[in-house]
């Protein structure tokens, strides 16, 4: 019904730059609500997975404190695929990010894609 796949993921320097993107698909795109979001969560070892950014249909967004002014999340004009531009990366940034759709109460998930920040 819905997935989500992820790419981008990496090993990039502290103070480097990643992008990440997630392509959804899936017969319940074809209809699409203003309510709808898509957002990308983190989760780094034990670790309790955590939120990161998110967007609305209208282009709203919502950002984890702590990447404010070093993260932007994006979709293309179709609304299916999602990007987080991640700049000033930190070690404390490396996780798996995972991409995530929501519909009222519905959430799904994509498999995850794995970021390390290490010199």
């Known amino acids: 019904q819905v997935q989500l796949v992820e790419s981008g993921g990496g090993l990039v320097q502290p103070g480097g730059s990643l992008r990440l993107s997630c392509t959804a698909s899936?017969?319940?795109?074809?209809?699409?609500?203003?309510?709808?979001?898509m957002a990308w969560y983190r989760q780094a070892p034990g670790k309790q997975r955590e939120f990161v950014a998110t967007?609305?249909?209208?282009?709203?967004?919502n950002y984890k404190d702590s990447v404010k002014g070093r993260f932007t999340i994006s979709t293309d004009n179709a609304k299916t695929t999602v990007y987080l531009q991640m700049n000033s990366l930190k070690p404390e940034d490396a996780a798996v990010y995972y991409c995530?759709?929501?519909?009222?109460?519905?959430?799904?998930w994509g498999q995850g894609t794995q970021v390390t920040v290490s010199s």
């Open positions: 967007i609305t249909r209208d282009g709203s967004t």
């Open positions: 899936g017969s319940i795109f074809r209809s699409m609500f203003s309510s709808d979001t």
């Open positions: 995530n759709f929501r519909r009222f109460s519905a959430n799904y």
